[in-house]
């Protein structure tokens, strides 16, 4: 439900520090608007106002990217922040033939430890082999075992443990006393590589609507940044995914909606989520590799060779072996664009560590800040209204690609951008101000409804979140749509369009 104040808002602090630290032009910034939502991500922290940033800037690169291969001037955006709650708790929205996902599994969450809360992370078979192996538990055991079990444990000593097993828990932290030197953190790194003739993109006219331009139930013109051209701003980019979960397809599947082949790669030995995969699959193609056999690296080298864009959401290192870590690919591959996601930072005692954006909220002190205030709740932690460091980050990322991509067309060269949940993390904590009372999310609940869409896919029919990056204010054409379904996980052919 919109305020009675619709007009739309001028772009915030928030929004001002994500385009400086993207290495936008400031003076663009007035091109993009908002229009202000009430009930849309209430929390202590603000998460509204860090989704709004994050959606804007990613709307403004694309429009600047469009832009600059049109020729013409950068249009100005609006960005609907009901779009903007809703793309946020996507995988919420998702309903595959009626059927709602299960977004976590019975033994992720928070346990009481002897000393204060525990958040585990099970969702995967093999985590959770792992978090039960660590603490003695055998292979059947339920809530009530794994709530017995921890109940009497120190949390870091469970944290420790559980960790040096392979599995995810973590000791949750009060504000200003976690592991995590999140002062440290920037929310962006970017540097470039190498010098080279300017890069520009093919002239590679594409329809302004794909397949799943028909008709949709509920569907408002609210998504998508169309240039004067018709042609979408990543048009002919090629985008080598190699991420999983929720962060990087989110990026992913934003370049997808502007218009970038994206060929998403999987391990056939390391399991994913189906469910995950038809909420951020739309648009991309998906294929399985393993680059632990010599056909597999030779075949994700050819891809390379072909490549504007390779996206990796791995653990600091994890790929390095396959002939995959920064300046490797930049040295045989130059002029690519190489941006990583990780989950602590990408130095630190953390780095090396696995993690989610449930398990980042519990260590950097997040959950304690967002707690329950019912006194009979007993002090649980709490959790922010959506995977904000998940779609945040996965916004940012995108809007990263699209301004390295509208740099390379004139000045050459590689880049490497940098990410991690933990920096998105001490952002929202430490860098963004929360809006006026009166802007709060205090008003009636936020109305998903007319941000839902529905599609037909060989996973079966489709109920999803639209996107909310932003489009043209008055563009004759609408918003375009994405050009496919998500289809079956690895079940495409190994090669770009």
Known sequence: ???????????????????????????????????????????????????????????????ELGARRSGGAVPAVRVDEGAVATAFVSERHL?????????????????????GWIRTHANYPHHRARLLTALGLPAHSGPDDLAAALAGRPARAVQETVYAAGGLAVAVARPGESE???AGLPLIESRRIGEGAARPLPETPLPAHGPMSGPTSGVLPTSGVLPASGVLPASGVRVLDLT????GPVATRTLALLGADVLRVDSPRLPEDPDAHADTGFGKRSTALDLA???????????????????????????DRFGLAPDALLERHPGLIVAQLCAWGWSGPWAGRRGFDSLVQAATGIAAIEADADPDAGGRPGVLPAQALDHGTGYLLAAAVL??????????????????????????????????LGRRADGPAHDPAPWLAETASDLGKLRYARSPVGFPVGSPDGPPVWSRPPGRLGADEPRWL
């Open 180 to 182: 995590i030197p999140l």
């Open 1 to 63: 439900m919109t305020r009675n104040d619709t007009s739309d808002a001028p772009p915030d602090a928030a929004t001002t520090h994500a385009w400086t630290a993207l290495g936008g032009d400031p003076a663009l910034l007035e091109r993009v608007a908002y229009r202000p939502v009430s009930g849309g991500l209430p929390a202590r922290l603000p998460v509204a106002e860090l989704a709004r940033a994050t959606v804007g800037v990613c709307s403004l690169a694309a429009a």
């Open 244 to 247: 999983r979960v929720i962060a």
């Open 95 to 115: 309903r595959i033939d009626g059927r709602k996902p299960t977004n976590f599994a019975p033994l992720s969450g928070f346990w009481r430890a002897a000393d």
């Open 293 to 319: 056999a010599p056909e597999g690296r030779r075949t994700v080298e050819a891809l390379l060779a072909d490549a504007d864009v390779v996206i990796t959401g791995y653990r600091p290192g994890a790929l």
């Open 403 to 436: 301004r390295a991509l509208t740099e390379r067309q004139e000045t050459g060269g590689g880049r490497h951008l940098r990410f991690s949940l933990a920096g998105t993390a001490s952002w929202l904590m430490r860098g963004i101000a929360p809006a006026p």
